[in-house]
């Protein structure tokens, strides 16, 4: 099969590869129908995430079952069209039955523990993800091998088409994830930091909790004109990190937003004094984004974190946290909690997904939507690849 393949730091191609096959009674093989190319894949790509062996990237896809294992059952059968959460679950240890899949306990047995470093003992599985995260071939491909068939996959209806759906794999779960863990409940001011895919689908779940307000930050003017035209927000256009709490601050009464949302992780933008701070600290990245939302949240807030952060940072403002009250809370999304809920979000019409989507490809031209999302050329937002 013709799958997008890692082969070391801004070095992807599409390459013939074995095809995969059911290795446990619990697998599916399905035909890719959509992918797409999400952001934590440019953590890979920018050989920020150390990956050492080729592999198949990709986490976002759907398709349609071509053969399933003997332990699948009835879940799921041959001709199913489906979407696939990105964290790989086994459905049925400690963490699976208190619902939260990314840290499942059977799907990496070679790096998982419960310390949470940076090289060693990691959560659960991720289609696509480095060896870290079990080593576990991804979706950019034309076939792909689906662990735990019988607890991850869903299915689709035919009236939704795969643009409708397919982001019900990870952005659409992650950017509400954001909203959840600050259990918005209505009339909120809510500040998302990051007009990407995810912050655009964290501000889609605002308006769905109830929020009042909504504001999206960013350094791209391009990608603000799209979270203003898709997800109806305020926008503000970072200059510097001053500037933006202020703006918020003023915005609130001057107390701050009720809710932050960090959707950028740890490689933002960045001028050569930031640079210059990570290399002295030998920190990978920068905070910036996360310790301005400590800032422009209000005493007693909320920041949640979606944004990948993969190692430590000198000078965290644990004294801000502190002294403010903030509620800090972040990680992998529990997709396969609320997948459910928001499929059916969808099926209703409360909520448009597709409108993000700025280039469609087919998977050939893979390494290009790579190149063009990675670099913002295009007024890139959202690549679809459709194998």
Known sequence: MKALVYHGMKDVRVDTVDDPKIEDARDAIIR???????GSDLHIYNGSIPQPRPMVLGHEFMGIVEEVGKGVGSKLKVGDRVVVPFPIACGTCYFCNHELPGHCENSNPDHYGPEGGMMTEKGGALFGYTDLYGGYNGGQAEYVRVPYADF???????????????????????????????????????????????????????????????????????????????????????????QVVEEIRAMSQGRGADVCVECVGFEPDRDLLDRAKAIINLEKGSDKVLTTCMSAVRRGGVVTVLGVYSSPFDNFPIHQFFDKGITLRGGQAPAQKHIDKLLQYVIEGKVVLDDIITHRLPLTEAAHGYDIFRNKKDNCVKVVLKP
Do not use: H, N
């Open 152 to 242: 991850g996959p869903r299915v689709i209806p035919d009236s939704l088409t795969d643009e409708q759906a397919l982001f019900l794999t990870d952005i659409f779960p992650t950017g509400y994830s954001g909203i959840d863990w600050a259990d918005v409940k209505g009339g909120e001011f809510v500040a998302i930091f990051g007009a990407g895919p995810v912050g655009i689908m964290a501000a889609k779940s605002a308006w769905l909790r109830g929020a009042a307000r909504v504001v999206i930050v960013d350094t791209l003017q391009y990608r603000l004109d799209k979270a203003k035209s898709s997800a109806k927000v305020e926008t503000i256009r970072w200059e510097s990190q001053k």
């Open 32 to 38: 890719v129908t959509s992918t797409a190319i999400c």
